[in-house]
């Protein structure tokens, strides 16, 4: 559903989505926290218009001008673009994190989304005391 660059360890991102009810509105301002870069088309419109706008404020551009890629300053941080259609996401990826009902399970991926997909291992069930006691292997 969502894509994060930035601070998606367990330690971090797992954490936080430990401690949220799981719905869909939580999970998606956890992931908020952490710059989401890429997201489910389901999802993705909500995302970004709340991203442009922030964007035009801060960059002091048109909407047009945001979705150009147009951006004030010489440091571009990764809040600074929109976020793009996970079907076409292509970069490195540590973790993937799946919530099943209330149950959060993650497993770390070595590589270049998706095709990092084709040497995962299974997921495992992420818990507070696995988050705090283990680093992730």
Same mark, same amino acid.
């Given at each position: =559903?969502?894509?994060?660059? +930035? %601070?998606? &360890? ?13 719905? =869909?509105?939580?999970?998606? @301002?956890?992931?908020k ?7 489910? $088309? ?7 218009? @709340? ?5 035009? #404020? ?6 047009? *001008? ?10 571009? /941080?990764?809040? %600074? !673009? ?6 076409? &996401?292509?970069?490195?990826? @540590? !973790? #993937?994190? %799946? ?5 959060? !399970? !993650?497993? $770390?991926? %070595?590589? +270049? +989304?998706? @095709? ?5 291992a299974g ?6 005391? *696995?988050?705090? /006691?283990?680093?992730?292997?």
């Amino acid at each position: =559903m969502l894509a994060t660059h +930035w %601070d998606g &360890y367990p330690t971090s991102l797992g954490l936080d989505l430990l401690r949220c009810d799981k719905s =869909m509105k939580a999970v998606t @301002e956890v992931a908020k926290a952490h710059t989401i870069d890429a997201a489910d $088309p389901q999802v993705i419109e909500t995302l970004n218009r @709340e991203r442009v706008s922030h964007l035009t #404020e801060k960059h002091q551009l048109s909407v047009d *001008e945001i979705k150009a890629g147009k951006r004030r300053g010489k440091v571009i /941080c990764a809040d %600074d !673009f929109v976020i793009a259609d996970l079907r076409t &996401y292509r970069d490195l990826v @540590e !973790f #993937e994190y %799946d919530i099943r009902n209330k149950t959060v !399970f !993650f497993r $770390p991926l %070595d590589g +270049w +989304w998706p @095709e990092s997909l084709r040497k995962a291992a299974g997921f495992k069930h992420l818990t507070s005391k *696995e988050v705090a /006691c283990k680093p992730a292997k």
